[in-house]
């Protein structure tokens, strides 16, 4: 701990705070003891310069475009870990010998289905409900079923809760989507990977056999590696506060999945492609471009542009190469990628771009991706839960365990009515 500090000087006093450094990037002054000794807030609407927390488990550099898990590069991870390697490495803070790998993987598999009762819950929706609409609903409903992993004291039933979560998202993902389509939910099978067991029950027919394409498999588990967890983004903060409540897991994940699905945040996927989609064409790319510039227009190039990184986005760049990869596997040309790549280096090259640093994230190239394996556009950002579950749970983990933990409770910059008396509605 340094003693370094930062001065305040407000009516006339002056107030030393402590300045906090990690163990890499922005240091943080401390300022829990400020209100108790000046009487006044702090005010950082959109939380753009406050650290709510600490935590070892992801580091951003954004204007390096630096993406670390437990200190190990994006990058890295993606080329050569697979995804529940990555879930290991987060949720436990380092990577896993062989032994651990595939003890952590057996646990995950056999935790891969869910209680026959929970496909009733499917029965109530339309089947053109939203596929995030029904990923709140039953993963908030596996607290009904699962009352021996909600104690959130004891770390055993938090472990094995963690384990669930992980484990049942892709099947409740693939249920979602078979419902969608009016095909019947396919059980999960132990003899194939985390991945190739999704895309087996998302993509299979009871009609016939299906093999697992190894290219389309490695391209989707690098996928859900890429949206593994992000630091304390808008939906990781959300399951955050809620396990600050001391809420149960399975509620705090569903808090999560419906804040991701904004158009902001992990809708942005899906709005990325049905925007490519709309512009349709390379030449119509420079009047998108201009409406995005356009102070009077709310139209924003969905899949550009991020808080944190003012540089390339890492995942963003290891996206594009699977994209190239798995339209050429799949013997696709799609005019969708060639305006992406167009847009992109139109808007690289724009002056409004360059100025705000506004460069492409993970949603810009995913859709594409997605769309080529052949999931529809709605079930873009159910994907992207289903991999940030495992962010999610690593850092509600080490929420609950953080000593310095306490229910969160923003304050405000009270701009109503002062005190007022009540008038009998006659004399209004
Ligand atoms: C994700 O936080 C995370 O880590 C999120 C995420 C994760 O893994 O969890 O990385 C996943 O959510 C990625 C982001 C997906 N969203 C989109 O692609 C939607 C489009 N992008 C934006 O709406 C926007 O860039 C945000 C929401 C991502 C970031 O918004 P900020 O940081 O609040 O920035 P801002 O809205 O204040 O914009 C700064 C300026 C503004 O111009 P001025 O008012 O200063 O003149 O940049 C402009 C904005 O108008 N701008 C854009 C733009 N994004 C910002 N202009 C055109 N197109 C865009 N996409």
Avoid at 333 to 340: G, H, I, Q
Avoid at 365 to 394: C, D, H, K, Q
Wanted: glycine residues 8%; hydrophobic residues 40%; proline residues 6%.
């Amino acid at each position: 701990m340094s003693d370094k500090t930062a001065t305040l000087n407000v009516d006339g006093s002056s107030l030393e705070l402590p300045v906090l450094p990690g163990s890499v990037g922005p240091e943080v002054v401390d300022i829990r003891k400020m209100y108790g000794q000046t009487g006044k807030f702090t005010y950082d609407p959109g939380f753009t310069s406050t650290a709510s927390c600490q935590s070892a488990i992801t580091y951003i550099d954004g204007g390096e475009g630096i993406l670390l898990h437990r200190g190990y590069p994006i990058d890295q991870l993606a080329e050569k870990a697979n995804f529940l390697e990555v879930a290991y490495l987060l949720l436990h803070g380092d990577l896993p010998k062989q032994e651990e790998l595939d003890e952590f993987t057996q646990t995950i598999t056999y935790h891969t289905m869910v209680h026959e009762q929970l496909a009733q819950f499917f029965r109530g929706f339309r089947r053109d409900a939203h596929p995030m609409a029904v990923m709140t609903g039953v993963v908030g409903a596996l607290s009904a079923f699962y009352h021996d992993s909600t104690d959130i004291t004891d770390p055993q039933q938090r472990l094995i809760a963690s384990h669930r979560l992980i484990a049942k998202m892709p099947t409740i993902a693939a249920m979602a989507y078979k419902y969608s389509v009016g095909q019947p939910f396919v059980y999960p099978q132990n003899d194939l990977s985390y991945t190739g067991n999704f895309l087996r029950m998302t993509f299979s027919v009871p009609a016939e056999p299906y093999e697992v394409n190894p290219v389309i498999e490695r391209a989707m588990d690098r996928i859900f590696i890429l949206h593994a967890d992000h630091e304390q983004n808008a939906s990781t903060s959300t399951v955050r506060l809620a396990g600050s409540s001391g809420a149960n897991p399975f509620a705090c994940i569903a808090a999560g999945i419906a804040c991701l699905w904004g158009p902001a945040h992990g809708g942005a996927n899906e709005a990325a492609l049905n925007m490519l989609r709309e512009i349709g064409d390379e030449k119509n790319v420079k009047a998108y471009v201009d409406r995005a510039k356009d102070k009077n227009d709310p139209f924003r190039l969905m899949g550009f542009g991020h808080r944190v990184y003012k540089n390339y986005d890492p995942r963003a760049k290891v996206m594009q190469q699977t994209a190239e990869e798995v339209l050429k596997e799949l013997n696709i040309s799609d005019p969708v990628l060639d305006v992406a790549r167009q847009l992109e280096q139109i808007a690289l090259n724009d002056d409004y771009f360059i100025e705000k640093k506004l460069y492409p994230n993970v949603d810009f190239y995913s859709g594409i991706i997605l769309n080529a394996i052949g999931f529809p556009t709605e079930m873009f950002t159910a994907l992207f839960a289903l991999a940030r579950t495992t962010g999610w749970v690593a850092q509600w983990n080490e929420m609950i365990s953080d000593p310095e933990q306490k229910i969160g409770r923003p304050r405000q910059l009270y701009v109503g009515a002062t005190q007022r008396d009540y008038v009998p509605v006659g004399e209004r």
